[in-house]
């Protein structure tokens, strides 16, 4: 019996598993939407920015840098090569033309000078004497005509180094305020060196410099927006007052002065930016600059894109004028995308930034 049994139990053998089906089919339910949905973010429309075509006023812009100062300054510098030993610690007062701002050790002019009033004294002494003696006629005529111009040579160098003392002082060449005082007691300084700015803290312009190609679309008069770091968030006004007859042929610039208003809170020596507004028109149609493309646009139609030729007037640095081509409210890529065909699908996305 035992031995039967054994031989019953090795010959069963056990009964192979199986999945339940609904496990199969939902993952390949799964994966098909897993597929379908790659699909379609591979192929749907690219979304584009677009922005609509609005009313304002185009200006075109000449761009130039440049730099506050007094319309009415000059610069104080010593004759002479000499060492500072007094300086009137000024900036920022008030000066009269001749007041002394500085001056330079002038210890061996005065020597010289010294030594010259002693050679005057010695020559006038020998001239005296010469003329005493021609007088009694025990002296010759030429004798005494050396001696006369022995001394009119010693008053002479005695007028020039007593002249020379005064480049000894720096001195201020108008009335004015102080507006910078540079170098200290004991610098070494070399003639033409700039020791003292004085001029009129009013009124102001901005000294710029203006690209060549660009210098036939500015004229006086013209208005003008200026920019600087000290005033970020502000835009302040201006006008060309002059510009400068001859350009730098080596800088290939001219020089334009922009007058500033009395109340402009710009100083002094700030750097600016200047866009000069050479045209302008009112109630123009603009579309964002980066919309056109070899003056045309990326029109929007529903979901789709429509390439358009227009006819294009004022370019400024961030609008454009179109001047026939497009209506007010129509939407345009912005920017416009180069590798989207015509006619071709997209998704617009919010608009960008209204013109002005």
Known sequence: MSSMSERS???????????????????????????????WWLLRPPAITVAAAKRGTAAEIVYATGSVEPETWSRSTPLVRGRIVARCR???????????????????????????????????????????????????SQAYQRVESDLARIRAQIAAQTQRLEYYKVVSPMDGTVLKEDGEVGDMVEPGTILYRIGLELPLWVV???????????????????????????????FV?????????????????????????LRVGMSVEANIVSREKVDAILVPANAVVNDSL?????????LRKVEIGIRGTGFV????????????????????????????????????
Do not use: H, Y
């Open 90 to 140: 000024c900036e920022g007062k008030s000066v009269k033309a001749g007041d002394v701002l500085a001056r330079l050790d002038d210890k061996e002019a005065v020597a010289t000078l010294n030594d010259l009033r002693a050679q005057e004294v010695f020559q006038r002494k020998e001239f005296d004497r010469q003329e005493q003696l021609l007088a009694r006629g025990v002296a010759t």
């Open 9 to 39: 139990d090795a010959g069963l053998s056990p009964a192979p598993s199986r999945a339940p089906r609904w496990k199969s089919v939902t993952v390949t339910a799964l994966g098909i939407a897993l597929a379908c949905a790659a699909g």
């Open 241 to 265: 007052k002059q510009i400068t007859p001859a350009g730098d042929p080596v800088a290939k610039t001219f020089r334009v002065r922009i007058g500033l208003p009395d109340d402009t809170p």
């Open 321 to 356: 004028e179109i001047l026939s081509g497009v209506s007010e409210g129509e939407l345009v890529a912005s920017p416009a995308t180069t590798n989207i065909k015509d006619g071709a699908r997209v998704r617009p996305t919010s608009a960008g930034p209204p013109a002005p």
């Open 208 to 238: 710029s410099d203006v690209n060549e190609e660009d210098i036939p679309r500015v004229k006086v008069g013209q208005k003008a927006l200026l920019r600087t770091d000290a005033f970020a968030n502000q835009v302040l006004p201006g």
């Open 298 to 306: 990326l029109m929007i139609d529903s979901d789709r894109v429509r």
